[in-house]
């Protein structure tokens, strides 16, 4: 059997790959299949029996392979191959034996109120988990491959109709323009289609969450769903919501507008909160309060640190221990994060290195950044603090000033797949301030945000309002 040979030559030194021989219906046929991603008890007591009916081939003509790779790719994809004597003809049955991780809330976005369910690795499953919720025939998926030796699949999700076609289009060229060996994760998609590499503010957002996938797809956006991954990337993203989570729309109204308001205050403390210490004991001693004045002074008497290098020593080792917390497993990083940042910073005031002003400020700042639904959104802010420090101890409060306008610059001035990412703050669009900085009562919400440039701009429809809303 020729292609039995070929396959042989090309696989032989693969140790995973099995080659069965059998003869059914007077008919030599060799099995072909990779041991763990097919179940040997499968192969054994469902497809070779199968094989016994003449039926069997002529139901599988239509998937037959007529070309070399093509059989490899679908052996390496994890369906069992049966080759034929008589025509020299390959025909795949689906494979089955892969584990995959059930289905389970996930760890980075808890949820109050809400479905609880999360995407796991294998993309057909999150396919399913979002067709699930949006049971339309105007849901389109179109999945290509991507990677020039993994072959991984990546699924553009979007709802026609709906979404821009410009925008669309958009994403299609950039996915399709990824050069590159291996796509390992989503993360790398990410990387490759996003508009300014040199942004420390994500154009890409990222979910878990099949409900907000599908809450995404609804505004108009696009998923970028990844084989091998539970990250489902969302795009275009606006700055705003990087403040946004799916509790906001399960709670009434006016809780998720404070809520929000909350996130959007503590953004702001982490980020200009240590610039700001810095520049008020440094520089302007004199904006302070008399006896709080007196009162730092006297803390930081035995204190041999001038104020920025005080907190750039303790911001600096708040993220180390936050790191060291990621990487350690669960319940001893949690130990680590909490514990360590308590002792390290008593020790450090009892030993005279810091104030404990210092470690009030950074304490705050640390909660203040947790506040952040969007975990990259929240690493962008820390990292701008940094920065920030710096020019505050060069400047003073003219340096932290400075800092805030060349961020909000930069802000303007970022887009994500075309739409501007600063909107509806700027360019001003009034309508999707209900969804913004306030999340207005649900039937308030007509429009799907026109920033998106949606073909079908209303998602609401009812009669006059009755009496009483």
């Given amino acids: 059997m020729k292609w039995e040979v070929k396959l042989r030559n090309r696989l032989a030194q693969n140790s995973d790959v099995n080659f069965r021989s059998i003869v059914a219906n007077n008919e030599t046929l060799v099995i072909v299949y990779i041991a763990g991603l097919v179940d040997d008890v499968y192969v054994q007591e469902q497809i070779i029996p199968s094989l016994f009916h003449e039926t069997t081939f002529n139901t599988l003509q239509a998937y037959r392979f007529e070309q070399l790779e093509e059989a490899i790719e679908a052996i390496f994809y994890g369906h069992t191959l049966v080759i034929t004597q008589r025509n020299e003809l390959a025909y795949p049955f689906p494979g089955k034996g892969l584990e995959k991780r059930s289905i389970e809330e996930p760890s980075s976005e808890n949820t109050v109120r809400g479905p609880r369910d999360g995407f796991v690795e294998s993309i057909t499953t999150n396919l399913s988990l979002i067709r699930r919720r ?144 810095i520049a008020l004991l440094s520089y302007h001693p004199g904006m302070v309060p008399t006896q709080l004045t007196l009162s730092i002074a006297a803390t930081r008497a035995e204190v041999p640190f001038p104020t920025i290098m005080e907190a750039l020593l303790m911001e600096t080792t708040l993220e180390m221990l936050r790191e060291a917390g990621l990487r350690l497993p669960r319940f001893i990083g949690q130990t680590i994060g909490i514990v360590g940042g308590l002792v390290i910073g008593q020790a450090a005031v009892e030993a005279g290195i810091v104030s404990p002003i210092m470690v009030i400020v950074v304490a705050l700042t640390a909660i203040c950044s947790f506040l952040i639904p969007a975990y990259n959104g929240a690493i962008a802010i820390r990292l701008l603090r940094f920065p920030l420090m710096i020019l505050v101890g060069v400047l003073g409060l003219l340096g932290l000033i400075l800092g805030v306008l060349i961020i909000v610059a930069h802000l303007v001035s970022l887009k994500s ?23 207005a009562p649900l039937p308030l919400l007509e429009t799907r945000p026109s920033v998106l440039q949606p073909l079908k701009k209303k998602r609401l429809w009812r009669d006059k309002r009755k009496k009483g809303w």
Wanted: charged residues 20%; proline residues 6%; aromatic residues 12%.
């Fill in 417 to 439: 797949f075309g739409i501007n990412y600063f909107s509806p703050f700027a360019p001003y669009h009034g309508k999707d301030w209900k969804d913004t900085v306030i999340r």
């Fill in 134 to 277: 949006y049971p339309d025939t105007s849901l389109q998926v179109r999945t290509s491959k991507i990677g020039a030796r993994t072959r991984t699949q990546v699924a553009l999700v979007y709802i026609d109709g709906i979404v821009n076609p410009e925008t669309l289009e958009e994403v299609k060229e950039r996915v399709d323009s990824i050069q590159i060996d291996e796509v390992l994760d989503s993360g790398t998609i990410e990387q490759w289609i996003e508009d300014s590499w040199y942004s420390p503010f994500p154009q890409v957002q990222y979910t878990e969450q099949p409900v907000r996938a599908v809450s995404a797809l609804s505004e108009g956006r696009i998923a970028i769903v990844v084989d091998g991954s539970p990250i489902v990337l969302l795009v275009p993203v606006t700055f705003a919501m990087l403040f946004q989570a799916m509790d906001d729309y399960s709670e009434r109204w006016m809780v998720g507008t404070a809520i929000r308001f909350i996130r959007m205050i503590a953004a702001v403390i982490a980020l200009v909160l240590p610039s700001l210490y």
